[in-house]
């Protein structure tokens, strides 16, 4: 059984691996409707139970739709809604009631424990939803959408950050390792990565490159990725977090730093971190990389399923 909550945890042929289903399965599906199930319906009559300890559009509706394209189904749960955390029945036994009626957990949280409590007590694979220290599926997709649109290998790429050092950031940072392309980080001193992210890409003989500089930080990039400045988990003042990321605040004027086909992407949603003519501008493609959540995580779950080809 193959769990899915951090890519630095996940070898990277196995990542690979997921990325060329993807591929191949959105290719195979380009004449299909929304719901049509793919050829061969792999996890027929299989069924994902989803629980949102935090608000969601994306995740929700492409694991949905995911688990739908492969034939299986989905359960979505609030935790106000279960005796988990209500009426005081334990991780523990919550997670054996989800083995014996599903066949795959989805869990957004706002606790990176809780995800590790329920995989020691759950028969069935668990995939992180987003945490306050990883957002696995998201960057899987992102790289994916990064080779689609370059037709390139990730590797041959400079790809930059600008913003906070939040969970997508630690995923994208997971991910430079895993797949070797060059990470650049700008962002203000106060909000660099952590000692911990640092130690553990050193640990692994790679380098990311931070700048307190958004242009520097940008210099010959060949994608932008940005995110917003106060994530879900955030408990800071706002105001004052928002006016220390003025000087990075993204605005067309970046494109003059970076590679001519510059892309700009970005996990949604938005803030006030990119202005308009950027976000909807020729270099965004924010959209398809939305849309490419549902073919990854189709991946993604066939892998945790066992059925990857
Ligand atoms: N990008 C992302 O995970 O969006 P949601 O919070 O809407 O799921
Ligand atoms: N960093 C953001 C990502 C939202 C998809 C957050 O955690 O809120």
Known sequence: MKHFINLKDIPSK???????????RKKQRKKLNTLEPDK????KDK??????????????????????????????????ELH???????????????????????????????????????????????SPSSHPTQVLSDIFTVEEIKKK??????ICWIGDSNNVLDSLIAASVKFSFRLSIGCPKKFAPGKDVKDWVSKNKKKIFIYHDLKKAATDADVIFSDKVISLNDKVNKKRKKQQFQKFKIKKEIFNYTKKNCIF???LPRGDEVEE?????????????????????????????????
């Open 14 to 24: 196995d990542l690979r691996k997921i990325i060329v289903d993807a591929k191949q």
């Open 40 to 43: 061969g319906s792999p996890l």
């Open 47 to 80: 069924m994902l139970i989803q629980m949102f300890e935090k608000v969601s559009s994306r995740t929700r509706i492409s694991f949905y739709l995911a688990i739908k394209q492969l034939g299986g189904g989905t359960l979505t749960l609030r935790p106000n």
């Open 84 to 130: 988990l955390g209500q009426g005081g029945e334990t991780i523990a036994d919550t997670a054996k009631l989800l083995s014996t009626y599903g066949d795959g957990f989805m869990l957004r949280t706002n606790e990176d424990k809780k995800i590790e409590s329920f995989k020691k007590y759950l028969n069935i694979p668990i995939i992180n939803g987003l």
């Open 153 to 158: 290998p990730i590797s041959k790429l400079k």
């Open 265 to 267: 992407l970005h996990c």
């Open 277 to 309: 003519d950027v976000f909807s501008g020729k270099n965004s493609h924010v959209w398809q990389q939305a849309l490419n959540r549902v073919h990854v995580q189709k991946s993604i779950l066939l892998y945790c399923f066992g059925k990857l080809r």
